[in-house]
């Protein structure tokens, strides 16, 4: 009963920007923290971001000075602002939402993934 999903995945040359989006959406959804994850093609699913209710970040090595990570409560929305961004940046990048209540049994919920491809 929980819906993640992702949006503004796209195709940029290195050096561009896109902006990540990921709604929340759910009955009686309390959320810890949400954050993005991403997977390039033969490599594990890494954390990018994260972002607690409480306002606190968190940000890989490879990302910071680069990556900003913010949400809209309002509207359970998280973003992920990717500038200068790097070949190496390429993956699917997955939203992660993590809540305080179990809802049907879980407490962690992925979206489908949007694809990031940065051109040389």
């Known amino acids: 009963q929980v819906q993640v999903v992702e949006s503004g995945g796209g195709l940029v040359q290195a050096g561009g920007s896109l902006r990540l989006s990921c709604t929340a959406s759910?009955?009686?959804?309390?959320?810890?923290?949400m954050g993005w994850y991403r997977q390039a093609p033969g490599k594990q699913r890494d954390r990018v971001a994260r972002l607690y209710s409480s306002g606190t970040t968190n940000y890989a090595d490879s990302v910071k000075g680069r990556f900003t990570i913010s949400r809209d409560n309002a509207k359970n929305t998280v973003y992920l602002q990717m500038n200068s961004l790097k070949p190496e940046d390429t993956a699917v990048y997955y939203c992660?939402?993590?809540?305080?209540?179990?809802?049907?049994?879980?407490?962690?919920?992925w979206g489908q993934g949007t694809q990031v491809t940065v051109s040389s």
């Open positions: 992660n939402v993590v809540t305080n209540l179990r809802i049907a049994g879980n407490s962690e919920f």
């Open positions: 759910g009955s009686m959804l309390n959320i810890w923290h």
